[in-house]
């Protein structure tokens, strides 16, 4: 079965460590994305790509920074982690043919000290 | 820009009673419109879907009517569980943001035997 799929689940860094988080899809989607998750803020949008090589920045994007690859991966990176980056974060993806549904990976819970 | 304000929670309800939970946007174009789930420690799922005005979008008991007059899409499930304890997200994909959603802040449910 398709899926998605986000490593490590759990992450604690020190504060100014460069950390990456991998997502990878198995659906052969076009669109990728990443959110984090924060109480009272609901899923907030940091990065996302509508294909290879394509990477643009969302509502929250300061301090992040991806790259696409191939289909199947988008990796996230924190250039220099930050206590505001404790978060957990999500990777989704989707294309035209699912009608924009979007297809979530389990979440990676980052803890920043 | 496209928004989501969903009623705030949290909320706390006995098994077999009613569930509403209000949702209202702001969109330009034609969104379509979702609400998700997340079950604890789990990513997002696919509750429902309308894609235009007047749709209702069902699933598992739960049904979303798409009111554009009211921009609402508000969820309702005539008698809960205790299964459906979780965060729910209302979100849209705008006319105008090919594959990307707007989520509002969630709401959690807890449902007491």
């Known amino acids: 079965d398709a899926e998605i799929t986000q490593s490590p689940r759990h992450k604690i860094t020190e504060t100014g460590r460069q950390v990456t988080l991998a997502c990878h899809q198995t659906?052969?989607?076009?669109?990728m994305f990443w959110y984090r998750q924060d109480l009272g803020h609901g899923l907030r949008l940091i990065h996302y790509?509508?294909?290879?090589?394509?990477?643009n920045k969302g509502e929250v994007s300061d301090g992040y920074s991806v790259s696409r690859s191939n289909t199947e991966d988008l990796p996230l990176t924190l250039e220099s982690a930050a206590s505001s980056q404790t978060s957990v974060y999500f990777c989704?993806?989707?294309?035209?043919?699912?009608?924009?549904?979007?297809?979530f990976g389990p979440g990676t819970r980052l803890t920043v000290l | 820009g496209d928004s989501v304000t969903q009623m705030e929670g949290p909320v706390t309800l006995s098994e077999e009673a009613f569930l509403t939970i209000n949702c209202t946007y702001t969109a330009t174009g034609y969104p379509s419109l979702f609400w998700y789930v997340q079950y604890p420690g789990e990513g997002l799922q696919l509750l429902l879907k309308a894609t235009k005005a007047d749709d209702k979008g069902s699933n598992k008991g739960f049904e979303a009517t798409y009111r554009k007059e009211t921009t609402s899409f508000h969820l309702e499930k005539g008698s809960v569980q205790v299964s459906d304890s979780a965060v729910y997200f209302c979100?849209?994909?705008?006319?105008?943001?090919?594959?990307?959603?707007?989520f509002g802040q969630g709401t959690i449910l807890t449902v007491h035997p």
């Open positions: 659906w052969n989607h076009n669109n």
């Open positions: 989704a993806s989707s294309d035209r043919v699912a009608g924009g549904q979007q297809f």
């Open positions: 979100a849209l994909r705008g006319g105008t943001s090919y594959g990307k959603l707007t």
């Open positions: 790509s509508y294909g290879v090589q394509d990477t």
